[in-house]
């Protein structure tokens, strides 16, 4: 699996912890594309690089970070055929996949501890959608961008 990650300069360091637990899956590569240091930049930069990724079909997914994970998130949901979950929880994380079939994945530097956002991602990476009724509504929630 390919996965792109960015994030602005509040969430640096939880990008890099994320990173280190994608590590633990052999068959992740990631890209990462920045920021990579504390100098201000714009999110919704970030959110455009991850996402062009993953609508090009260059990641099958994507994570992106901010502050709080809420500009990112909008952001990315502007984007054409992304569903962008921002996830504080578990339990979300595993429902964006299963029902929602999120295809990025958007969570908050400063809100969200490094081992909370630790299983979140665990959780997001193995969960896999599981279509039937789900799949009928994604259908008219990507609809919805026509």
Same mark, same amino acid.
């Given at each position: 699996?390919?996965?792109?990650?960015?994030?602005?300069?509040?969430?640096?360091?939880?990008?890099?912890?994320?990173?280190?637990?994608?590590?633990?899956?052999?068959?992740?590569?990631?890209?990462?594309?920045?920021?990579?240091?504390?100098?201000?930049?714009?999110?919704?930069?970030?959110?455009?690089?991850?996402?062009?990724?993953?609508?090009?079909?260059?990641?099958?997914?994507?994570?992106?970070?901010?502050?709080?994970?809420?500009?990112?998130?909008?952001?990315?949901?502007?984007?054409?055929?992304?569903?962008?979950?921002?996830? &504080?929880?578990?339990? &979300?994380?595993?429902?964006?996949?299963?029902?929602?079939?999120?295809? $990025?994945?958007?969570?908050?530097?400063? $809100?969200?501890?490094?081992?909370?956002?630790?299983?979140?991602?665990?959780?997001?990476?193995?969960?896999?959608?599981?279509?039937?009724?789900?799949?009928?509504?994604?259908?008219?929630?990507?609809?919805?961008?026509?």
């Amino acid at each position: 699996m390919k996965i792109t990650i960015g994030s602005d300069h509040g969430a640096v360091e939880l990008k890099e912890e994320v990173k280190m637990v994608l590590k633990e899956f052999a068959d992740i590569e990631v890209k990462d594309v920045g920021t990579f240091g504390t100098d201000s930049v714009d999110y919704p930069d970030i959110a455009e690089k991850v996402c062009a990724d993953v609508t090009s079909g260059k990641a099958d997914r994507g994570i992106v970070l901010c502050g709080t994970g809420i500009g990112i998130s909008i952001a990315a949901n502007k984007i054409h055929g992304i569903r962008c979950a921002l996830c &504080s929880d578990v339990y &979300s994380a595993r429902m964006s996949r299963e029902h929602n079939d999120a295809n $990025v994945l958007a969570m908050g530097g400063r $809100v969200t501890g490094f081992g909370p956002a630790g299983e979140i991602v665990r959780v997001w990476i193995k969960t896999e959608h599981v279509g039937g009724r789900h799949a009928r509504r994604v259908a008219k929630i990507m609809a919805l961008e026509k």
